[in-house]
């Protein structure tokens, strides 16, 4: 792990240590913040096992690899450590994007507004842009990649658009956001 982003990371669990300290005991906060503590793993773990960017599309060799994984896997046995750290980079990255949707939610956003004398549901990011008036362009860029492998059949088999410094600045966005909210939360979900 180079030193730089493994002290960024060590400082983010500490952060996130003391925000697990101070907020309240709620159901709410311990369930959203778990997904925020698997995030910080997923991307520990990532770097350290070298995660590296891919911006292009998956060399032609992989498909054999992946087939081959697949007997591993299942035999508990190990597996490559570029497949291992791609894999808690986008374990790390879905729970960033879960927490891009959960937490505009425990900071009172609204579900629902009115377009054209209609009601209809908010958007994850009207709803982050209700809630947080500060840049959230990397945690914005997650939720979007995220979203482009959960609901496109090709994923990101083209290539990813986050690298892992847009992960980690999505990862300070976040904090920045629970940090400035931290009043509020704690005020709606004192016990």
């Known amino acids: 792990m180079t030193k730089e982003i493994a002290e960024q990371l060590n400082e983010y669990g500490r ?12 159901p709410a906060i311990t369930d959203t913040f778990d997904y925020v503590l698997g995030a910080l793993y997923g991307l520990v773990q990532a770097h350290k096992l070298g995660f590296r960017d891919r911006s292009t599309r998956y060399v032609a060799v992989y498909r054999p690899h992946l ?5 591993e896997v299942s035999k508990t046995g190990p597996l490559d450590a570029v497949w291992t750290a791609g894999y808690h980079f986008n374990s790390g990255i879905q729970r960033l994007a879960a927490a891009f949707d959960r937490i505009p939610r425990m900071l009172d956003a609204k579900m629902k507004k009115r377009v054209r004398g209609r009601m209809r549901s908010t958007t994850a990011k009207e709803r982050m842009t209700e809630v947080n008036p500060k840049s959230f362009q990397y945690w914005e860029a997650v939720y979007d990649e995220v979203n482009a492998f959960k609901h496109s059949p090709e994923g990101r088999a083209g290539g990813r658009t986050v690298a892992m410094n847009d992960a980690l600045f999505a990862f300070e966005e976040m ?6 909210r931290k ?9």
């Open 15 to 26: 952060s996130l240590h003391n925000l697990l300290v101070e907020l309240p005991d709620h």
């Open 67 to 71: 087939a081959n994984y697949a007997l």
């Open 175 to 180: 904090m920045q956001l629970i940090s400035d």
């Open 183 to 191: 009043a509020l939360l704690t005020q709606r979900y004192r016990p």
